[in-house]
């Protein structure tokens, strides 16, 4: 039976050969710093190819043969076609577009809740974006709830990475955003302790949904509300934010994630941050890390004794999991990111008393950041999600394929 598949899927690929009729051919070369971990790519259709997405198909060039891959065309200002590059150790590759039908590929899914969305590929869930309002434990002042956050982040083998409302810190929210001392109108407004009741930051509405074989992203607008001391409140910031999750790679215990935030002022009002010692993109963690199982590397060679107040371009977080397993995340951030490279606000290993994990980019820990009315600041990051054990190479490589996405040669037909 095998047999029989192997020789259908072959004459299928021979068959979509013979009836596609060039484009482009183009070629990329990745360098040694960059070809360990898989790298997407991206390329503007409209400077190639007016033909309709439909009937485009995107072909591997491998010696003399050229075998169908994976690829996803999204408007962008203009077409882009993405698609992922699997290194392998190789730094040479070919590719060929093509007037033909598509070869059928699995999507990789955002399935919507009436609370949630939810990124699954090959039925395992990898990512959740909470967009209705979760409510702190009963008993606990409803000021903690909060909408709009990750959780939980799983590892490709299904642990949890992230946690919410621990007892310690109610208002810790998986992966989240919030800043904590901001000038707004005359008064100075805390949205990440939520216990002060000064603000918060809540999901106002979907604004897209996105799927496909290459990924699967979702868009949201988040609203940085203020409470105002009459009673009222009053939006301050607008962030689009966007969560593009990538299809993991067949046998490789990783997948990445990109994470994007556009902000704007929500009035004719500066939305001044001010220089404070953690705000922006936080990650708490699983509870099952301490002091004694995981470990923290940053770019600069720095680890969880000597990280928190430095500066990097990424940093890992990883240690032991549930199952007699191992695994992760690589934080990274990107060149045009405010205070490049990154302040981070790691805990040292005594909090909480057995060493709790917590890691933030902190753009503002040294410095204010004013965002001024009719401006768009953009913040990106992107993650690794893994298992098995990830080093200073493979997070180099990555990084350097995010910042410096590697050049393409085009040559049309």
């Known amino acids: 039976m095998k047999k029989i598949i192997s020789f259908f899927l072959a004459a299928c690929i021979c068959f979509a050969q013979t009836k596609a009729q060039q484009i482009a051919s183009f070629n990329i070369k990745l360098d040694k710093t960059n070809n360990l971990v898989g790298v997407p790519m991206s390329i503007n259709l409209d400077e190639l190819s007016h033909v309709a997405d439909s009937a485009l198909a995107l072909f591997e060039v491998l010696g003399n043969k050229q075998f169908p891959i994976p690829f996803q065309i999204k408007q962008e200002g203009h077409r882009a076609m993405h698609w992922i590059i699997n290194p392998m150790g190789k730094t040479e590759f070919s590719y060929v577009l093509a007037h033909a039908v598509p070869s059928p590929f699995n999507y990789i899914k955002a399935i919507k809740s009436a609370t949630d969305i939810t990124f699954n590929a090959g039925n395992k869930n990898l990512l959740r974006y909470n967009d209705a309002t979760v409510y702190p434990p009963a008993k606990i002042d409803t000021a903690f709830k909060r909408s709009g956050f990750i959780h939980p982040l799983w590892t490709p083998h299904g642990q949890e990475l992230t ?14 955003n919030p800043w904590t001392h901001v000038a707004f109108e005359k008064d100075t407004v805390d949205f990440w302790n939520l216990k002060s009741k000064q603000g918060t930051v809540r999901f106002a509405k979907l604004v897209s949904k996105t799927e496909g074989p290459v990924f699967s992203e979702i868009q949201a607008l988040h609203e940085h509300v203020v409470f105002k001391k009459g009673g009222g409140e009053k939006v301050a910031l607008n962030e689009l934010q966007t969560i593009r999750v990538y299809q993991p790679e067949k046998d490789k215990d990783y997948y990445i994630v ?3 935030s556009q902000m704007n002022c929500a009035t004719e009002s500066p939305f001044h941050i001010l220089e404070y010692r953690y705000a922006g993109m936080g990650w708490r963690t699983t509870e099952y890390w301490n002091n004694t199982n995981c470990e923290v590397l940053t770019s600069e060679g720095k680890t969880r004794k000597d990280t928190d107040g430095t500066r990097a371009k990424w940093c890992i977080v990883q240690g032991e999991l549930p199952g007699n397993d191992y695994g992760g995340a690589a934080f990274l951030a990107y060149p045009t990111n405010y ?3 990154e302040p981070m606000r790691i805990w040292t290993l005594n909090t909480n008393g057995r060493g709790d994990m917590f890691f933030s980019f902190a753009p503002t820990k040294d410095r204010n950041w004013l965002l001024e009315p009719g401006k ?16 200073q190479a493979r997070a180099e490589s990555v990084w350097q394929g995010f910042a410096h996405p590697p050049q393409i040669t085009i040559n049309k037909k």
Do not use: E, S
């Not at 946690?163 to 989240?176: E, L, S, T």
């Open 163 to 176: 946690r919410i409302q621990a007892p310690d810190h109610y208002h810790h929210y998986g992966i989240w």
């Open 258 to 260: 990109d994470i994007t």
């Open 339 to 341: 205070n490049f490279p």
């Open 376 to 391: 768009t600041y953009v913040l990106k990051y992107r993650l690794v999600v893994f298992n098995g054990k990830f080093d």
